[in-house]
């Protein structure tokens, strides 16, 4: 909501300062930083249209895809029958032949 108010404040001619003063008026404890309204009166300043924020490199924050989910529980199950046949080989083979 701010970055939009910002955009408005902006392109009706507000300088940073101005708008810096607007939101402080209207949001009081709670308005953004100096810096936050400088950043985006730069970026509309720039040409920027979109409010949302842009791609980011790197790992997204959550890592829920269902082909990872279903890879992962196809290698537990794995390793589950590998532990189970290893516990049973031990059992037949008895103490002196301990794997």
């Known amino acids: ?19 810096k003063d607007e939101l402080d008026v209207v949001n009081r404890d709670s308005a953004l930083s100096f810096t936050t309204v400088k950043f985006w009166a730069a970026e509309f300043k720039n040409g920027r249209i979109s409010l949302e924020d842009g791609e980011r490199l790197g ?8 082909d990872s989910i279903a890879k992962i529980h196809q ?3 794995y390793l589950t029958l590998c532990w189970r046949s290893l516990g049973a080989i031990n ?3 008895g103490p002196d032949y301990l794997l």
């Open 1 to 19: 909501m701010s970055r939009a108010v910002i955009k408005y404040l902006f392109l009706k001619g507000n300088t940073q300062t101005q708008i």
């Open 91 to 93: 059992q037949s083979l």
């Open 75 to 77: 290698v537990v199950l």
């Open 59 to 66: 790992r997204p924050k959550t890592a829920t895809a269902d």
